[in-house]
């Protein structure tokens, strides 16, 4: 098996449903990833080794979920100096995601996360792959064909409209 390039992260195996997304499509770019429970709370000193040896593991990127007091991403990204890509996870339903959203976007200057849409985690994967294919030419143009046959199946969308004209 690979070494994984992109480290997937939650506070609790309750974020998995939702961070799946990101792992299917990075697997369907052929990118190795793990998945763990690291939690901001629960595990704050096995979440800062986490993050310490991140890098020397060789990960690249990590996509990091968590929902209500969702301190995670932030926590993981003051750190690494490797890019963190913050999922927030709609955990509890009476704040519809805008309590982990908020948690996660509002970083302080100096320690970026680069934060997803509310449950967001295939947007999340495809960032990542974005990154990693900067330095690598065969997954950029699989990435252009995912997004070519994006714009057709939209295009397609367009057309079959009964009142297109
Ligand atoms: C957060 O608390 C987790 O990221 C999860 O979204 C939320 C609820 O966790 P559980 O109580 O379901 O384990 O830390």
């Given at each position: 098996m690979k070494?994984?390039?992109?480290?997937?992260?939650?506070?609790?195996?309750?974020?998995?449903?939702?961070?799946?997304?990101a792992a299917?499509?990075?697997?369907?770019?052929?990118?190795?990833?793990?998945?763990?429970?690291?939690?901001?709370?629960?595990?704050?000193?096995?979440?800062?080794?986490?993050?310490?040896?991140?890098?020397?593991?060789?990960?690249?990127?990590?996509?990091?979920?968590?929902?209500?007091a969702a301190h995670l991403p932030g926590m993981v990204a003051s750190v690494t100096h490797l890019p963190v890509i913050g999922v927030p996870v709609q955990s509890a339903k009476s704040m519809i995601g805008l309590d982990s959203l908020l948690s996660i976007v509002q970083m302080p200057a100096g320690i970026p996360v680069?934060?997803?849409?509310?449950?967001?985690?295939?947007?999340?994967?495809?960032?990542a792959a974005r990154i990693l294919a900067l330095q690598n030419e065969s997954l950029r143009s699989k990435l252009l064909q995912w997004q070519q046959?994006?714009?057709?199946?939209?295009?397609?969308?367009?057309?079959?409209?009964?009142?297109?004209?």
């Amino acid at each position: 098996m690979k070494s994984p390039l992109v480290s997937i992260i939650m506070g609790s195996s309750s974020d998995a449903s939702v961070m799946q997304a990101a792992a299917d499509f990075l697997q369907s770019m052929d990118i190795p990833v793990e998945m763990r429970v690291v939690s901001a709370h629960r595990t704050p000193v096995q979440m800062i080794e986490f993050a310490q040896a991140a890098a020397g593991r060789g990960i690249q990127v990590i996509i990091a979920g968590a929902g209500g007091a969702a301190h995670l991403p932030g926590m993981v990204a003051s750190v690494t100096h490797l890019p963190v890509i913050g999922v927030p996870v709609q955990s509890a339903k009476s704040m519809i995601g805008l309590d982990s959203l908020l948690s996660i976007v509002q970083m302080p200057a100096g320690i970026p996360v680069a934060t997803m849409a509310v449950d967001g985690a295939q947007n999340a994967g495809i960032l990542a792959a974005r990154i990693l294919a900067l330095q690598n030419e065969s997954l950029r143009s699989k990435l252009l064909q995912w997004q070519q046959a994006l714009q057709e199946k939209a295009l397609t969308q367009d057309k079959n409209l009964p009142n297109n004209s």
